[in-house]
């Protein structure tokens, strides 16, 4: 049973989520709007937040904003803002997956059901290393490294802030370098999902990071092989 936090100014899909997601086994709590949606969330530490990104007063980028800042808690986004720009923003902001209503409850479910599992996993791996004292790991690749201690990034000199997301995308690049990583075989091991569906959550983190990696003028490191998925490969190499 997990502890989930709706936060969504629509009465009848707040009552919509605690049945079903109850029916699967979770406690639900729903919150009404932005402010008391993050004040539960700092004051509870629900295992996961469901968050609407129109709310009235403070939206749930602002929340989403807020709360990653506090907590690493995974983040679903419903929105139903379905161009790139809109998708870009609430991920930027620290939402680890969004939702477009409408939607099926069954996907809501399978997204909720991934992300519990990613981070029962990390929950898991990290208490491991602090059991077995694992020394931090560096992971590098041409003038791109990856500390997993602190889970920060470096082109050459430059610093690269990542979010939870990012680390684990990156870091499933930089264990299989050159290597042509399929859409499937990314989205089971950094989101957790067991099916394809038709979220586009990949390309809009795989562009993200991009932006992150190249933001200071170096050259692309991931690219799209198409029809097949991603790799991590030298600028130089065709």
């Not at 629509?10 to 605690?18: Q, S, T, V, W």
């Not at 609430?90 to 479910?109: H, M, S, W």
């Not at 399929?182 to 990071?209: H, K």
Request: net charge neutral.
């Amino acid at each position: 049973m997990a502890r989930i936090l709706v936060v969504d100014d629509d009465p009848r899909l707040g009552a919509l989520l605690r049945r079903s997601l109850g029916l699967a086994g979770h406690q639900v709590q729903v919150a009404g709007d932005g402010e008391a949606g993050l004040k539960a969330a700092l004051a509870d530490d629900p295992d996961l937040v469901i968050l609407d990104w129109m709310l009235p007063g403070m939206d749930g980028l602002e929340v989403c904003r807020r709360l990653r800042a506090a907590s690493d808690v995974p983040i679903l986004m419903l929105t139903a803002k379905d161009a790139v720009e809109n998708r870009v923003a609430g991920l930027k902001t620290g939402a680890d997956d969004y939702l477009i209503k409408p939607f099926a409850v069954e996907e809501l479910q399978a997204r909720v059901e991934a992300l519990l599992r990613r981070d029962r996993r990390r929950s898991r791996t990290d208490g491991n290393k602090e059991k077995e004292e694992r020394p931090p790991e560096v992971l590098t690749f041409a003038d791109l490294s990856l500390d997993t201690g602190t889970r920060t990034a470096r082109r050459g000199n430059r610093e690269i802030p990542l979010s939870t997301t990012e680390f684990e995308l990156l870091s499933l690049f930089l264990r299989r370098p050159r290597q042509v990583l399929t859409r499937d075989l990314i989205m089971d091991r950094v989101w957790g999902y067991d099916f394809a569906g038709e979220s586009n959550v990949l390309e809009v983190y795989i562009g993200y990071l991009r932006r992150k990696l190249e933001q200071g003028g170096e050259p692309r490191l991931i690219y799209t092989v198409r029809g097949a998925g991603y790799v991590l490969r030298e600028p130089s190499s065709l």
